[in-house]
T-cell receptor, first 112, second 110 residues
């Protein structure tokens, strides 16, 4: 069956612009997660959705970052007024059981 | 979530068995031990999870001693395609976010 998909696969944007990253989870998975991974680093948790609500937003690095999920399915991560330190791979994962998360291929964001 | 410590890197050769040990001295009673694998330019992939003793699946085995303060991921007869970063995570079965450490970078050589 289809896995987690993310779009775009690559995004280059100018500093100060807003970007939207999309995640399509595995059908039926109620939980959805966003992480980011800087070059050569481990993964950093950003936000967790259960259904359409986000009980844990503790990882969002600043108020420039926001995320929403609609219909218990697709999620969008929005970064406003992008900065160079936002450059990273943004990974989305979905799961039925929280310890077994299925990751998408990621969106590589480059802020110039 | 309990803190984990694992080697930064390991080297092996094709056909050998590789054992990666993770220390988690402050593991809690209700914590499980989970391992993920990440290839370059891909998201992590769940490998195996266990609570105590030994767990085996088609990919790997996980050995957990009685005190549960460490665990060992065993990869039998590795191939070049097993070159990846391996992450050890510890948390309660109901935990939501995964806290990834630096992981162990395994390089398999011909």
């Amino acid at each position: 069956g289809a896995g987690v998909s993310q779009s775009p696969s690559n995004k280059v944007t100018e500093k100060g612009k807003d970007v939207e990253l999309r995640c399509d989870p595995i059908s039926g998975h109620t939980a959805l997660y966003w992480y980011r991974q800087s070059l050569g680093q481990g993964l950093e948790f950003l936000i967790y959705f259960q259904g359409n609500s986000a009980p844990d937003k503790s990882g969002l690095p600043s108020d420039r970052f926001s995320a929403e999920r609609t219909g218990g399915s697709v999620s969008t991560l929005t970064i406003q007024r992008t900065q160079q330190e936002d450059s990273a791979v943004y990974l989305c994962a979905s799961s039925l059981f929280s310890y077994e998360q299925y990751f998408g291929p990621g969106t590589r964001l480059t802020v110039t | 979530l309990a803190k984990t410590t694992q080697p930064i890197s390991m080297d092996s050769y094709e056909g050998q068995e590789v054992n990666i040990t993770c220390s988690h001295n402050n593991i809690a009673t209700n914590d499980y031990i989970t391992w993920y694998q990440q290839f370059p330019s891909q998201g992590p992939r769940f490998i195996i999870q266990g609570y105590k003793t030994k767990v085996t699946n088609e990919v790997a085995s996980l050995f957990i001693p009685a005190d549960r303060k460490s665990s060992t991921l065993s990869l039998p007869r590795v191939s070049l395609s097993d070159t990846a970063v391996y992450y050890c995570l510890v948390g309660a079965g109901g935990y939501n976010k995964l806290i990834f450490g630096a992981g162990t970078r395994l390089a398999v050589h011909p």
